[in-house]
């Protein structure tokens, strides 16, 4: 799907084609970021920021899961943020988080377009290159965003959100990940007048399901090459409409509508002899399949000759200034994740450990971690205890800071990463404020916990939770007026998984409760109305 405001049809490319600018700050690409490219051949990376967003709170849906051919459908009731988060997946794994998730399919779209697929249907008469004709485009993953926002999830939000939460305007292609059952479809792109290009992708309802989760990544990869080709001045080919005369258009077939038959183009993902038609069925032979990119297809992507003239055309010109560069190695870019508030606590009290998770970071072959305390209001000025961790040899991963540097409760840090891959131009900073209390009364909660309850209640409570692990797990309701709690589940083991539960509490007065739950010391409530 595509929605395109004021847009110049660019024409297939004629010309060889040149990318960046001669580096001058009146270049119009933008100035030094956009280096001169004139070879063809050089790999243009393309800036690219991921964003998740999230329901305010706790989501609860029922879910089918139809992915694997030998065992019947059968569904479940899923409770969780209802997205990937900056610790987790969303379904209670906390090895696997948004940050990794986000450099796992931006790798694998890229892969898509480093490996090129011949293309399968063609055109008679015209001359194709012998082999698939290279890309060389490649996204540069330049920020993961987390956006908790109820207003993503109403059906005319696009704009909206990409007003508020929109990355170096003009600069970077947004791709805003979502699961929003409404959405409909797997994704949409957007540009206005060839510039401002942001992509939505509604994928997450792909991962929800078990079986379908290694396959769900590959999938919003394509998803991701389909959108950005729109944004890219790429349209579908099954129409004949696509300014291009090496993408065949669709196979006409006899479409039935109710009794009638009228002719249609078909856009054929896979083969399928069971889908009916009059006489002529759509993709019931091989030669009608496509395995364009530009077609919804299950297949290893194909982009033609002239897709890749027209792609590189929209680079060469509104597109100018999402090139970050044209080198011949993959920039490296620093990311990285501190929980925070967190808690600094005494020995006694089971002490503290900052973790600070940089898997995110990418292509960096040394880093550097410097930490100071500063001023909430002025976070670029450090005020005290100042730390310099030198250049250290290899690729970040999990890093305890505690064992680096003191934190003292009830103190504002700033937490800066320099990354660098010696083999390819140019660093990358990441920064973080990170704010300690002093607040250890209870352990951190495991990360996955999520609990929701039907709101307003009446004489039967319904509770939904998801156990990330197994543990001991207590609820109960505490009335906010009077103070008296009522158990429901008195600290029973329950093992991982998404639970349902209904409660019989006719007998307790109208009025404001909480539902508190107790899990594995992480205590969590849930303010709800009985009638």
């Known amino acids: 799907m595509f929605f395109v405001f004021f847009q110049t049809i660019a024409q297939p490319l004629e010309n060889p084609f040149v990318c ?15 280096p001169i490219c004139t070879d063809p051949a050089s790999v243009r990376y ?21 992915c694997n051919s030998a065992i019947p459908p059968y569904s479940f009731t899923y409770v969780g943020p209802g997205n990937f988060t900056e610790t987790n997946d969303g379904v209670g794994n906390p090895g696997y988080n948004g940050f990794q998730h986000a450099e796992n399919f931006v790798g694998i779209a890229n892969e898509m377009l480093a490996d090129n697929q011949d293309h399968w ?33 109403q059906p005319t939000a696009g704009l909206n959100i990409h007003t508020k ?76 409409l696509d300014n291009c005369n090496d993408t065949p258009e669709g196979f006409l077939y006899d479409h039935i ?19 009916p038609g009059c006489p002529k069925k759509p993709c019931d032979e091989w030669f009608k399949i496509s395995n364009n990119i530009m077609d919804y297809n299950h297949w290893d992507p194909a982009w033609t000759e002239c897709q ?9 010109g509104n597109g100018n200034p999402y090139i970050h560069s044209c080198n011949g190695c993959a920039p490296s870019q620093a990311f990285f994740y501190v929980r925070s508030p967190q808690a600094v606590c005494p020995p006694q009290q089971g002490g503290s450990n900052v973790i600070l998770n940089g898997q995110p970071s990418i292509n960096e072959n040394r ?32 890093i305890s800071l505690s064992t680096l540097y003191t934190f003292q409760a009830n103190k504002v840090y700033r937490i800066k990463l320099t990354v660098d891959n010696t083999e390819c131009p140019g660093s990358d900073v990441h920064e973080q404020l990170l704010y300690t209390t002093d607040d250890c009364t209870y352990p951190p909660p495991p990360c996955c916990f999520e609990m929701a309850a039907t709101n307003p209640f009446g004489s039967n409570l319904t509770v939904y939770y998801n156990a990330p692990e197994t543990g001991n797990l207590n609820l109960a309701l505490i009335n906010l007026t009077t103070s008296v709690t009522t158990t429901l589940y008195n600290s029973s083991a329950v093992t991982a998984g998404f639970y349902e539960q209904t409660f019989q509490v006719g007998q307790l007065p109208s009025g404001n409760y909480a539902l508190r739950a107790i899990f594995n010391g992480g205590i969590y409530t849930k303010n709800i109305v009985k009638l």
Not at 308 to 316: F, S, V
């Open 46 to 66: 393309v800036r690219i920021a991921v964003h998740y967003l999230l329901r305010e709170d706790t989501y609860v849906e029922t879910i089918t899961d139809n």
């Open 165 to 240: 939460y929109d990355v170096g305007s003009n600069t970077v292609i947004d791709v805003y990940c979502l699961h929003y059952p409404g959405f409909g479809r797997d994704g949409e792109a957007f540009e206005f007048g060839g510039f401002n290009k942001f992509v939505f992708l509604n994928d997450y309802k792909h991962y929800l399901k078990p079986y379908c989760r290694e396959w769900s990544k590959i999938n919003t990869a394509r998803s991701m090459n389909h959108e950005i080709g729109h944004t890219l001045n790429l349209i579908h080919t099954w129409s004949g």
């Open 257 to 275: 509508d109710g009794v009638n038959c009228f002719p249609r183009r078909a856009n054929c993902w896979t083969y399928d002899s069971s889908e």
């Open 308 to 316: 890749i003239g027209r792609m590189n055309q929209n680079l060469l």
């Open 367 to 398: 880093y550097l971690i410097e930490i100071c305390e500063v001023l909430a209001n002025q976070p670029n000025n450090c005020i005290a205890g100042y730390f310099n961790s030198g250049w250290q040899i290899g690729a970040l991963g999990n």
């Open 20 to 34: 960046g600018t001669d580096g001058s700050p009146s270049g119009p690409g933008g100035g030094p970021e956009n």
């Open 121 to 153: 249907r063609k055109t008679p008469g015209v001359n194709y290159p012998a082999t698939p004709p290279d890309i060389n485009i490649q996204y540069l993953l330049v920020g993961v965003y987390f956006h908790r926002d109820d207003e993503a999830f």
